[in-house]
DNA sequence: ACAATATTCCATGGATCTATGGAGGATGCC
DNA sequence: GGCATCCTCCATAGATCCATGGAATATTGT
């Protein structure tokens, strides 16, 4: 084997971790299991795929060295194989967003283009501790035990609009729910306001939330 | 278009980046205009493509908003869209090492198995300061013209069999090239040593050194 | 206007990827 | 052991990607 050879065999192995990373299908995968482990049944329905083709992606991933598995009795549970691999995932939608037209009018046509407040994370966390907001966590139940914001209350957001009376009325209403581009706190502060509510919307979610290594609470396994 | 239909339209439009990611030629595109930017010519040459079939890459890359382009008379100029792509490509290769076990045999292949020792970019900064050591880009001359570390060198590599009498003889060598997977400092200091010349390796090269936001000087355009 | 140079566009065959149904393996329950 | 569940492997048809040669386009110089 020549040198050029050797240097191709080298970026073609980058280039697989590339691979994994080119289908939209296996985006919304790594996004899923960014908010923490879940079983390949539960990833095919969450994403939309059947089940063969939900296992293909996930061995695809899994090849690149992007996801990680543990077998617990019947089932095998996938999940991210390491922070920096969030990260990657968390970098390439920025760069998409930042130097890709077609981004933007794609992301306004999936998350709605009212312009509800937005805070930030830091805004978040000193009116919180200060008491003048209540978090809301609006992702699935699975996903809050797995790990969330300290303190926030967890109601998914199709259970909101028969639970809103749960949330305290006398403070605003901060949602999140998993990341820059997820639906879920779109759609919760747009309920909210419609039942006459003050709401507001983190600006990311918990995929940002654990990059910027602030503090995750979770449940008892 | 259903909300399922808009959110594959986003994600999808993630992938086309990630997708420009996906071929070890491309990466290898990046690579070099990592370096600095260069006509379509030039980068099918230092790449080994085919003319034809590199315009086609850059065409990919640029359609996923990785790379601009600037027209000077009759050629083309291709670089960086941005600092943030740069990041992007190394954090790739970053996860792929440390994730795919791939990798790492595939990069003692390339770059040889010799322990040279190497030092850090602080360590650099500083042992130049101080006079210990002199600094050698080993690059060709228009990527040290488009930028180089502050002090440096410059002696391509392949040039330095028969200029290695310019390097002053009573301080250590420290060779440098591209990044953390470039064969040139390699080959340098194998050549070095060979010579009998006291000669370290920095660790990566000019890619991260430029993404640690050290100084950076160039030639006069 | 014409020729020369640099690059992109187009067409094509071969390889690779995607989605899917069905078979096969592993594990747990009875 | 027998059976159900969960997942992976295999085969396949359709779509997409890759490399390449030749045509088309844009700019410069004469």
Redesign the interface.
């Known amino acids: ?1 020549g ?2 050879a ?23 995968l790594l ?1 899923l299991l960014a908010q923490g482990e879940r079983t390949v049944d539960a990833l095919a329905k969450a994403a ?1 795929l059947n089940l063969t083709t939900a296992s293909a992606h996930l061995q695809t991933l899994k090849q ?3 996801v990680a598995t543990r077998r617990e009795g019947v089932r095998i549970h996938y999940r991210l ?2 922070d ?2 969030a ?2 995932y968390a ?6 967003r ?6 933007e009018p ?2 306004t ?2 998350l709605g283009t009212d312009a509800a407040q937005e805070v930030d994370r830091e805004e978040l966390l000193t009116r919180a501790q200060a008491g003048e907001v209540v978090v809301l966590d609006v992702r699935p139940g699975e996903e809050y035990a797995a790990g969330h914001i300290p303190g926030a209350i967890s109601i998914p957001v199709e259970e909101l609009a028969e639970r809103i009376a749960e949330l305290p009325d006398d403070v605003e209403v901060v949602a999140y729910c998993r990341g820059a ?1 997820c ?1 879920l706190a779109h759609d919760a502060v747009r309920l909210l306001h419609q039942h006459g509510r003050k709401a507001l919307r983190l600006t990311d979610g918990m995929l940002e939330w654990r990059l910027a290594d602030l503090p995750v609470e979770a449940e008892a396994a």
């Open positions: 084997m040198d050029a050797r240097k191709s065999a080298l970026y073609d192995a980058f280039a697989l971790t590339g691979k994994a990373l080119s289908s939209g299908k296996r985006l919304e996004d939309g690149a060295g992007l194989a390491g920096d691999v990260a990657l970098l390439l939608r920025q760069v998409a930042t130097h890709q037209a077609a981004v794609a992301r046509a999936y581009y639906v």
